[in-house]
């Protein structure tokens, strides 16, 4: 495996390891492990109120869910919330439909794009509180 030297968004350079068959592998083992933990929206009754259905999911300081987090596949988090292709597409992330998404990380998509993941999933987890909990349906 070898390694990517990046910039992220306060210019410290970071290594991001270039994904290889193995590691994609593990990673998509990993993901599908830690994918029980999460509301599958096909799975959810569209009977159940929107603040209840993802109530155990946390909530940051400043009342945004966490719907996704950056160690997620990217290809993971299109399946599980398709709408937020739109999110990662307005802050510049355009790989929702590269074939690398499915095994690409939200933190190493990010990497890749100049951004910092923390934002970018503080921009996805904003629109999908709005989406999914303050105004379901809309």
């Not at 599908?32 to 799975?43: G, L, R, S, V, W």
């Amino acid at each position: 495996m070898s390694d990517h030297l990046f910039k992220d968004s306060d210019n410290n350079t970071k290594e991001v390891p270039t994904v290889t068959a193995a590691i994609a592998a593990e990673k998509a083992k990993a993901a599908m492990q830690n994918k029980a933990a999460i509301p599958d929206e096909a799975q959810t009754a569209a009977s159940v109120d929107p603040a209840d259905r993802y109530k155990d999911l946390p909530v940051d300081e400043d009342g945004i869910r966490e719907f996704i987090r950056k160690d997620m596949l990217i290809g993971d988090v299109i399946e599980i919330y398709p709408s937020a292709a739109n999110a990662l597409l307005s802050v510049g992330m355009h790989c929702i439909t590269c074939g690398v998404a499915i095994y690409e990380t939200v933190e190493e998509a990010s990497y890749v794009h100049g951004l910092d993941p923390d934002d970018v999933v503080k921009v996805v987890n904003d629109m999908l509180t709005t989406e999914l909990i303050e105004h379901p349906g809309e």
